[in-house]
Each structure stands twice: as structure tokens, then as C-alpha cells.
Nanobody, 122 residues
Framework: QLVESGGGLVQAGGSLRLSCAFSGFVFDDYTIGWFRQAPGKEREGVACIMTNDDSTIYANSVKGRFTISRDTATNMVYLQMNNLKPEDTAVHYC?????????????????WGQGTQVTVSS
């Protein structure tokens, strides 16, 4: 199970931190990814983190602005979003890939949360 929170309305240049609470997974190593879907557009990968070594990858559109991290004690994954832009407006989802793999390929992720809305005003 994955549950996202932390979305909201923010002005351009502002920040938000999204949280993803995950439970019920028994894999030794896996990947947690953040994705987003804007109205009328396809879902796209934003960032992911691998549990075997905490390595991360980011989409080019968010590099230098977003940071993904995790707290192993609480089974939480975070997405710190800084310098937000109107084009970041989307429903943001977290998802699990059942192996440690630096991939933002949507088709590889099997379990998804319900999403949280991020709206950035200009």
C-alpha cells in the first residue's frame, strides 16, 4: 500500500514536500518512484530512489530543483520540490518497482498510490 500526502497550491518559486507512506512490501531491495500526470498529458517519471544503496535518478525537467529521499525507520519516501514552476502542476503519484533498478519506466512499476494534487500558480 502507498499513500501520498503533502500536495497543495503554491506560487511559482515556492516549495512543497510530498510524502509517500508505504507498507506491506517484503522485497529485499526495491525502488520507490515519484511520477506525475498533468491534465491532458501522459504520466511521466520525476525521480526514484533505490533501497539497496539509496542511489537516485531524476528527470531532466526537475534536476537541481527536486530531491528524493527516504526514511527507513518510518517507511517514508519524500519528494522535496523547490523553485516550483507552473508546469509542475500535476497529480503526483508514488509507486513501487519490485527490484532495485534506476528506472523511471512507468510500465515497470506495479503498485501505485492514489496521488496528490500539486498546483503552482504564476
Amino acid at each position: 500500500q502507498l499513500v501520498e500526502s503533502g500536495g497543495g497550491l503554491v506560487q511559482a518559486g515556492g516549495s512543497l514536500r510530498l510524502s509517500c507512506a508505504f507498507s506491506g512490501f517484503v522485497f529485499d531491495d526495491y525502488t520507490i518512484g515519484w511520477f506525475r500526470q498533468a491534465p491532458g498529458k501522459e504520466r511521466e517519471g520525476v525521480a526514484c530512489i533505490m533501497t539497496n544503496d539509496d542511489s537516485t535518478i531524476y528527470a531532466n525537467s526537475v534536476k537541481g530543483r527536486f530531491t528524493i529521499s527516504r526514511d527507513t525507520a518510518t517507511n517514508m519516501v519524500y519528494l522535496q520540490m523547490n523553485n516550483l514552476k507552473p508546469e509542475d502542476t500535476a497529480v503526483h503519484y508514488c509507486a513501487v518497482l519490485e527490484i532495485a533498478n534506476d528506472s523511471l519506466d512507468i510500465g515497470e512499476y506495479g503498485a501505485w498510490g492514489q496521488g496528490t494534487q500539486v498546483t503552482v500558480s504564476s
